[in-house]
């Protein structure tokens, strides 16, 4: 099932975040995708130095407007967002799927609630934890948190399978149908591997692959995109997260084998449609 979807994020002319690490992993599966770009960036941020604007709450919603004097939002399937550099853009963003949502009761809108992680600590603004937690996250169908954002979202400590099960039926109670957990280490994860959950009406879902040993921009990106087309397409949980997790794995498995800094989106293009390795979530 093709399907159009809107994605407000960064984007970068050189490597793969935001957008660019978003959209062309969705368009390789037959996707049409509406890129809305919150900023335009040389490159990512990681490398220290950059180029580029930011652009303002106003210019999203002035695009936004522009398609809808299309007739196109009856057309949207869903709304994906990413990283929000102020409160300001995050309003606009919500305004989006509302607009959205008004022309198309069928369209869904999937938060990747950006705010930090575990070696890091928060990394955006002031008052963005805030408003992800009590505004968007909340106007959510679906989450796509690491495991540090689950745990400021929840309130809780995630340190064993079970609580990481109570997390999410806390940020459910907020509103979220279906929430994936990215880069899950609880008590028996074993330290080769690494976890993914997700929970949703039809159950809960883990999933484990080996551990890579790399860490690079934009692979969140990438695997809230895949996560949520192939929900949409399905509305299965166990199936979205087996296919973008087999897909995401092979992504970062050519990336660490090519020994590259930068996600390699395109030259690893085929996991996307055919993952080298299949892995089957078990049910908790």
């Given amino acids: ?61 002035d695009l936004v407007a522009g398609i809808d004097h299309l007739g196109a939002l009856p057309r949207c399937d869903g709304v994906l967002s990413g990283y929000m550099g102020t409160a ?30 575990i070696d890091t600590g928060m990394y955006v603004r002031p008052g963005i934890p805030e408003f992800m937690r009590d505004r968007a996250v909340p106007a959510a169908d679906i989450i796509t948190p690491n495991q540090f954002e ?25 509103g979220p149908r279906v929430i994936m957990v990215t880069s899950l280490h ?16 039809d159950g809960c879902y883990r999933v ?16 809230a995109a895949l996560f949520f087309v192939h929900w949409k397409s399905s509305h ?3 199936e979205a997260l087996g296919k973008a997790s087999s897909s995401a794995y092979g992504l970062l498995a050519r990336t660490a084998a090519a020994g590259s800094r930068e996600i390699l989106t395109v030259a690893a293009q085929d996991e996307f449609v055919t993952p080298s390795r299949v892995f089957t979530p078990e049910k908790l």
């Fill in 186 to 201: 609880t008590a028996d994860t074993p330290a080769d591997s690494i976890d993914m959950l997700a929970s949703g009406p």
């Fill in 236 to 238: 299965s949980t166990a």
């Fill in 208 to 223: 484990r692959t080996p551990k890579l040993g790399i860490s690079v921009n934009g692979a969140g990106d990438a695997i």
């Fill in 1 to 61: 099932m093709q399907m159009n979807i809107l994605s407000i994020q960064s984007w970068v002319a050189y490597g793969h975040v935001g957008n660019a690490s978003a959209m062309f992993p969705m368009q390789r599966l037959g996707h049409e995708v509406w890129g809305l770009q919150t900023v335009q960036f040389s490159n990512h941020t990681g490398y220290g130095s950059w180029r580029g604007e930011v652009f303002g709450a106003e210019h999203i919603q």
């Fill in 88 to 117: 300001q853009i995050g309003d606009a963003i919500l305004d989006a799927v509302g607009r959205v949502k008004a022309a198309n009761s069928a369209a869904h809108y999937c938060c990747d609630p950006v705010m930090g992680d």
């Fill in 150 to 174: 689950l745990d400021f979202l929840s309130g809780r400590t995630t340190s064993t399978l079970e609580d990481a099960r109570r997390a999410c039926e806390a940020v459910h109670a907020t």
